[in-house]
């Protein structure tokens, strides 16, 4: 947990829930200590190594009449980019069109990301600070985030400043594994495969010749 986690996330209602279930005094050491020390909690290596590495998250942010709304954002791995250790940004490709995270970011910058490893069971939650910079804006940002070799429509720039994060516990995440992680033990099981069936081959011709 990062030093000011605690400081956006222990409001005084989870904190009243913390006091009930008896983990409010290890929590609010934390948050004390962060409200001490202002400012923004930069990611270390660990975080933006793990952050160039998905090809996934989950990002949320608040409507202008308080409903929440969570939107997966995919692309190629290394698609969510750090730009800083303060700054992640992504380009943000064209979907079905409804433009509701976009259209919740220009009333609510405030956001909160989960990019889960599924395979290694890690789950890195961020706060942070939303800005949208059309294509119209600055297309060179758009074009620097944006992956040549993958087939999408860029419309935008999205970038974050990072206020806080928290790594979770892997308890309840279940292993997902791509076709691309498999694919290294479905080759050497295709190999197997072929080898059998040529070996069956081989003996059933020996077999009609020796009948």
């Not at 983990?23 to 004390?32: H, I, L, N, Q, T």
């Not at 070799?149 to 999205?158: F, G, H, K, L, S």
């Amino acid at each position: 947990m990062s030093k000011h986690y605690g400081t956006i996330a222990f409001t005084d209602d989870v904190r009243a829930v913390q006091h009930v279930h008896g983990s409010d005094a290890f929590y609010d050491r934390k948050r004390v200590a962060g409200n001490a020390s202002p400012g923004a909690d930069p990611l270390t290596a660990v975080e933006q190594d793990y952050l160039a590495q998905r090809d996934s998250f989950y990002l949320a942010t608040v409507s202008d009449t308080g409903w929440p709304y969570v939107q997966f954002r995919g692309g190629p791995i290394g698609f969510l980019r750090v730009l800083n250790e303060n700054t992640v940004g992504w380009a943000d490709f064209r979907g079905n069109l409804q433009y509701i995270s976009t259209g919740n970011l220009a009333g609510q910058n405030r956001v909160a990301i989960i990019a889960v490893d599924y395979v290694h069971r890690r789950r890195l939650k961020i706060f942070g600070h939303a800005r949208v910079v059309t294509v119209e804006q600055d297309a060179q940002l758009a074009s620097s985030l944006a992956d040549p070799e993958y087939d999408a429509a860029v419309e935008r720039a999205v970038l974050v400043d990072v206020e806080a994060f928290d790594w979770n516990c892997p308890q309840h995440i279940t292993p997902k594994y791509t076709v691309a992680e498999l694919e290294p033990v479905l080759a050497a099981l295709r190999d197997q495969l072929a080898a059998l069936r040529a070996e069956n081959a081989d003996l059933r011709d020996k077999i009609r010749a020796s009948s």
